[in-house]
């Protein structure tokens, strides 16, 4: 069983940052690669970046050059830092490792 617990979001303005991360815990644990998804109302669930245990970043199109994952392998947390946001960002934003998702935690990009 792997758990994976999300926090960092909020109310932003567009052109702001937030950077989000997610807590991973669990005895077997031993996925390489975590992702970020998120899922606007009425919209279906859309990639956004992922890693994998070799450091390697993927990024969506959307994204990219403005968003930044990262990980702490030793602390098993995983980062989203988000850059320069726009009302379209807005999103509950899922961590998730394979079969695993968390919670989510909402962005909200609004001015």
């Known amino acids: 069983q792997v758990q994976l617990v999300e926090s960092g979001g909020g109310l932003v303005q567009p052109g702001g940052s937030l950077t989000l991360s997610c807590a991973i815990s669990?005895?077997?644990?031993?996925?390489?690669?975590v992702a970020w998804n998120r899922q606007a109302p009425g919209k279906e669930s859309e990639w956004v970046a992922r890693i994998s245990g070799g450091q390697p970043t993927y990024y969506a199109t959307s994204v990219e050059g403005r968003f930044a994952i990262s990980r702490d392998n030793a602390k098993k947390m995983v980062y989203l830092q988000m850059n320069n946001l726009k009302p379209e960002d807005t999103a509950k934003y899922y961590c998730?490792?394979?079969?695993?998702w968390g919670q989510g935690t909402q962005v909200t990009v609004s001015s």
């Open positions: 998730t490792s394979g079969k695993y």
């Open positions: 669990g005895d077997d644990f031993s996925a390489p690669v």
